[in-house]
Structure formats: C-alpha cells, structure tokens
C-alpha cells in the first residue's frame, strides 16, 4: 500500500513531530496510521473528500493548522448552546441540563473536493491538558452529515450534563471519503495534525468584588509511556485581570513531588498544605510536575477578583510538555477562562 501524496505526511524532522517528545506522543503503543491511499489501496486520489473544523480563527485546514505554538484548544467552530437553537457565544452548561453542541464542517479543504458525506462525533473530558486518545474521552453521540461546499452547520444533544460540571469538548468528523492522516494517543498532536479534529476548551467564570471564589477542576495527563515533568503556565490573553486572585491546590501528593523537585515557579508563592497561588498572572508559571502515565491527578482553580469588572477578561492555562530534542517545550493542551462582571 502506498500514502497517496494529496495530502502531506508528517515532516518529523522539521515540524512538531521532530522533537522526541512529540513523536513518541503522536506514536505510542495503541497509535495507528491512517491516511488517503491511492485507488489501488482504497480511496481514489480524484475521490477524495475533505471537511474540516477550525482550531483557530485563521486555520483554513491545512495540517499541521500552522500554529503549533500558539492556542489550539479553544476551536471556533465548536460551541456549546443552551437550545437547538444555535447561540451566539458558547456557555458552560449546567449540570443536569440538556445543553446542544453545535459543530462547523467547511468544505472544501485542501486536499479533496465535492460533497464530503460521514458523521460528526463528540467527546468530553474534565478540563485540563495533554488529554490521552481515546482513554480519557467519554463520548456524547453523533449525527449523520452530509457537508456540502460551504459552511454546514450541525448539531449533537447532550442531555443530563454530569456533575463534574466543566469540561474539554472533542469533535471528530469521520468520513470514508476523509480519513485521518494518523492518529496516536496524544489529543493535542491529533488535533492539530488532522483537520477533522477540534477540541473546544473554554470556561466562563463569573467574577466581581461581591462574589465569592469560582473554583474549576483542571486536569493533568501525561500520555508518554514513562514519567514525565510538565509545567502549568499562565498566560493572560489582552489586559491583565484587574484585583484578581488565583490560587492552584495541588493536592497533597503532587504537592509533596513539586516540592520535592526543588519547587520550582515563576511568579508564584506558596499558600497553604497544597497550594499555591498565583502572583503575577503575566508570568506565572508552576514548574516540573512529575505526571505517571495512566494517571490523571485533577488540580483546584480558585478564581476571584477584587475589584469590579468593566467588560470580560481572559486567561489561559496551559499545560506544557518537557523540553524536547530541539530545546523547545510545547504546549499539550489548556484551557480558556473568561472572566465575565458579576450580573446585577
């Protein structure tokens, strides 16, 4: 069987896949290969289909999407509605509720054209980072598609939100027509090696002086096979959050490893058995948390501000990995946070 070239294969050596780190992530036992194949292996080159979901507002599906340092998480193609009824931004839905999830297939890509026909699936996961393929997705349901050139909307029920209460969204459109190039078990080398894969990760988090914390769970992985050390960085996305105060309970026994290790962090001090909280949220950052693979320890996010807001502000978490063969770190995932005034 040979890889038809109408779309390209990874570039180890020159792209995210090079470093060691991201290879062995995007290759891991129980990882499998797939791409279009020429007509004597199946799909026909003058065939092939090809759908996609944005992971960022510029991605115009090509893979990798061309922001491999930059937010992949958060796709705006991807939302989460309180009715059928498509909204204009997306929530984060009650627990218990019925909430819609709403997904954009945009045809045609650039490696394929026609009618794109196959189904939209969707997963979640509890918030966090380096989310690990397919152990830690539970999935939602799925629709039938057929995406014809141009914008398709369609959406997917969620009845009876469970009680974690935040969550990572993942969109996988399958198609026959439009496989996956490949596939391994890191979320975050999936999504932005294959156009067919979105991951939504965004939180709205009520703040004010007459509000009390808004705590969020955010959730570590480390999808290697051997123990690895990540950190958790900050990174404010426009102004800083004015009065704001940020707090990360460890837990004890990650607490205990962090500590272990030196402690290491940038604009942090420590506060408490477990915790640490955040003093300057343009730099923070709590470095070389030893994460087992198989294990997800789930941190607390404590939010709030004391000072009255003015209009919404950002914040996003991020978990990245060890430094790779390039001397680079990359980001394996993260999470959005808004910051919206306290309604009245």
């Known amino acids: 069987m040979r890889i038809a070239r109408n779309r390209p294969r990874p570039r180890a050596a020159r792209l995210l896949l090079g470093a060691a780190l991201t290879a062995v992530m995007a290759f891991s036992v129980g990882g499998t290969a797939a791409s279009a194949v020429e007509k004597d292996g199946g799909i026909a080159a003058n065939a092939r289909t090809d759908a996609y979901i944005r992971d960022i507002a510029t991605d115009t599906g090509l893979e990798p999407h061309g922001a491999i340092y930059s937010s992949f998480f958060n796709s705006p ?7 059928a009824v498509e909204c204009a931004t997306s929530i984060s839905p009650t627990v218990g509720s019925t909430v819609h999830i709403f997904g954009k297939l945009r045809v045609p890509g650039p490696y394929g054209s026609g009618i794109s026909a196959g189904t939209l699936k969707a997963y979640y996961t509890t918030s966090g980072g380096a989310a690990v393929w397919p152990t830690h997705w539970t999935p939602i ?10 914008v398709t909307t369609a959406s997917i029920e969620w009845p009876v939100v469970p009680t974690i209460g935040h ?27 294959n156009n067919n894969i979105a991951w939504k990760n965004a939180n709205t988090v009520p703040a004010g ?30 102004e800083p959050l004015p009065g704001a105060n940020i707090v990360v309970d460890l837990g004890p026994e990650l607490f205990e490893r962090w500590r272990a290790a030196g402690g ?81």
Do not use: H
């Open 77 to 83: 193609d991807v939302k989460i509605c309180p009715t």
């Open 167 to 193: 969550f990572c969204l993942l969109l996988r459109w399958e198609s026959p027509t439009d496989p996956m190039l490949f596939e391994g078990s890191a979320t975050s080398i999936n999504t932005q090696y």
């Open 264 to 344: 290491q962090g940038e604009g942090i001090r420590v506060v408490g058995r477990s915790a640490v909280q955040i003093v300057d949220p343009a730099k923070a950052q709590i470095k070389a948390l030893l994460i087992n693979p198989d294990e997800r320890p789930v941190l607390s996010i404590s939010f709030s501000t004391s000072q009255e807001l003015q209009r919404p502000y950002q914040l996003q978490v991020v978990q990245v990995g060890p430094v790779n063969d390039d001397g680079r770190k990359y980001d394996v995932g993260g999470v959005d946070y808004t910051f919206e005034p306290a309604k009245r």
């Open 209 to 238: 002086p007459n509000v009390g914390p808004a705590v969020r769970p955010y959730a570590l992985a480390n999808p290697l096979a051997a123990p690895a050390r990540y950190d958790l960085a900050f990174r404010p996305l426009g």
């Open 141 to 150: 349901g799925s629709k039938p598609v057929v995406a014809a050139p141009g």
